[in-house]
């Protein structure tokens, strides 16, 4: 099958069960919750339409207009059933939610774009803190800034920016939520060359736990602005993103190149070869996946941002790895080839993923992922590549909480089930089969991928912020030391 939705990140995800809790019906003067320690718990009707009372976007419950919809995330395999969904249309919503989690010890979940690979973004009995219908972008066109709103996808954005031919580094697939990505780190097409998003962000607005609005950028809150760059959601709700913006094509050159897979050993080590000579305009995203008829392949995703004029000359010794199977490269547009991975709508496929930075794309590691794929064939499973280099590479690991740095790629492996459908179990034991045998080559590993509350081991967590995780600690404590914000790459207060 061939994948469509990935240009790869890495992650740790989970199958649909989750959470060992049971929906329990509401009854007409209460409702069954889950609290932040997992107990049960109940919450009165009055409080219930307390809250209601003081939203000005929705609040929904099972059963209601809309409830389905705002609990469905990107990876099927999650269809978790949240006791409460505010559904926020402004930071005012945002703190009146976090205020109730917070003093009913609600355990809650914060929603951007529905992208979570590890599905913690919804939660079973829990509240929902739904920031899809905040959806505004500004662009700042004299300033080349950018004010974001949380529920926006990046393919809005990338859209509203490159309307004034603007653009700044923000993933692969264009309905992927910008407020995740960012908080995460944030790889993309055009990161080589500008940095990870994170490295892009300016300033930001967050509800912290105690339901203050604070702003955090260089100059305000700068511990807190630090570690919003890569802490992944653990510090508050992000109400507001503003962005520096670079001049970007509107048009560009790239598009797919493929390659039969028999020849990947010998072609992987000239693509590495060719890679160390490329320009930082020059990103590639490899995946060993199948093509429409289930035939292995190695495809990559091409994006040059330099002068379209150059491409042709740029992408030549690409061209020349061997004789390509599929060679659609040629004049794009920024926006095209930001939606050139995009899935069918609603997402059909559950998946399950591991992943991890890796330094190099190393021989051994080459010859281990090619091993394993011919050693274990599935057709719906695939190791991709996600460059992690060039510019990104060189901001100080102590300059924002992404401690991994050094890493030049970001290696994910997954695989796909049809939902409903039985697949899930073989994808799983498929993925972590070649898990066991990649994770050695991995240094670190991206908050973004997830890890879940079923594969979250502590020193997993620690490897991605690195010599960071004091700091990360100590900030914890101080903005959100109950833990409020705990369904993410989770840094324990205590
Ligand atoms: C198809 C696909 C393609 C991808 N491609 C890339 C890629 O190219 N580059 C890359 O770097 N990553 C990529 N990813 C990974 C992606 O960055 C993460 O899944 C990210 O978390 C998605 O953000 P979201 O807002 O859509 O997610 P959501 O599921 O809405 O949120 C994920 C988590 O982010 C946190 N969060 C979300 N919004 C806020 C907020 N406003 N304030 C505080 N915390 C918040 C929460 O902890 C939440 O659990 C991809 C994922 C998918 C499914």
Redesign the pocket.
């Given at each position: 099958m061939k994948r469509r939705?990935?240009?790869?990140?890495t992650?740790a995800a989970l199958t649909a069960a989750a959470l060992p809790y049971r929906r329990v019906v509401a009854a007409a003067a209460e409702l069954a919750a889950i609290g932040l320690d997992g107990r049960q718990l109940t919450l009165k009707s009055a409080e219930i339409e307390e809250l209601r009372a003081r939203l000005r976007g929705e609040l929904l419950l099972a059963g209601d207009a809309g409830y389905d919809d705002a609990r469905r995330?990107?990876?099927a395999a999650f269809n978790r059933k949240p006791a409460l969904i505010a559904r926020c249309s402004g930071a005012a919503d945002v703190i009146q939610a976090v205020d109730f989690a917070s003093a009913h010890g609600v355990l809650t979940?914060?929603?951007?774009?529905?992208?979570?690979?590890?599905?913690?973004?919804?939660c079973d009995g829990g509240l929902v803190?739904d920031?899809?219908p905040m959806r505004s972008v500004h662009i700042d066109t004299g300033a080349k800034l950018a004010r974001v709103e949380?529920g926006t996808?990046i393919g809005q954005f990338d859209r509203e920016a490159q309307a004034f031919g603007l653009a700044t580094t923000a993933?692969?697939?264009s309905?992927?939520?910008?407020?995740?990505?960012?908080?995460?780190?944030?790889?993309?097409?055009i990161g080589p060359k500008f940095g990870?998003?994170i490295d892009n962000l300016s300033g930001a607005d967050?509800v912290t736990a105690d339901g203050r609005l604070l702003r955090a950028s260089a100059h305000e809150n700068p511990d807190l602005f630090w570690g919003l760059r890569g802490g992944?959601?653990?510090?508050?709700?992000?109400?507001s993103f503003e962005y520096r913006l670079h001049e970007v094509g509107p048009m560009l050159f790239g598009g797919e190149l493929s390659y039969a897979f028999s020849g990947a050993r010998a072609l992987m080590r000239s693509f590495v070869d060719v890679m160390a000579t490329a320009p930082d305009e020059l990103c590639v995203?490899v995946d060993f996946d199948t093509d429409d008829k289930d035939v292995r392949r190695v495809a990559f995703d091409v994006c040059y941002c330099g002068p379209p004029a150059r491409g042709e000359t740029v992408l030549a010794p690409l061209r020349r790895l061997g004789t390509p199977l599929t060679d659609k490269l040629g004049p794009a547009s920024y926006v095209s080839l930001q939606g050139a991975?995009d899935?069918v709508k609603p997402?059909p496929y559950g998946?399950y993923f591991k992943g991890g930075l890796v330094r190099a794309l190393t021989p051994s590691l080459i010859d281990t992922a090619i091993d394993y794929l011919e050693a274990a064939p599935l057709s719906s499973g695939w190791i991709g590549f996600?460059p992690s280099g060039g510019a990104a590479g060189r901001v100080a690991p102590q300059a924002t909480a992404f401690w991994n740095r050094h890493a030049t790629y970001?290696m994910l492996v997954g695989a796909l089930w049809k939902v409903p459908g039985d697949g899930a179990e073989r994808a799983t034991e498929w993925t972590r089969a070649a898990w066991t045998k990649l994770e050695s080559f991995t240094e670190g590993y991206?908050v973004?991928?997830?890890e879940t509350q079923q594969d979250a081991h502590a020193h997993r967590i620690q490897a991605a912020y690195g010599g960071n995780y004091p700091r990360l600690v100590a900030l914890k404590k101080r903005y959100d030391p109950t833990n409020l914000?705990r369904?993410?790459a989770n840094i324990r207060p205590a």
């Open positions: 939705t990935f240009c790869a990140a992650v995330l990107w990876n979940a914060v929603r951007g774009g529905a992208h979570s690979l590890s599905g913690q973004s919804v803190i920031l899809s949380p996808l993933g692969t697939a309905d992927t939520g910008v407020a995740g990505l960012t908080l995460g780190g944030g790889l993309g097409r990870l998003t967050v992944g959601g653990n510090f508050g709700v992000v109400t995203n991975a899935p997402n998946g996600q970001d991206y973004n991928l997830g914000f369904l993410n």
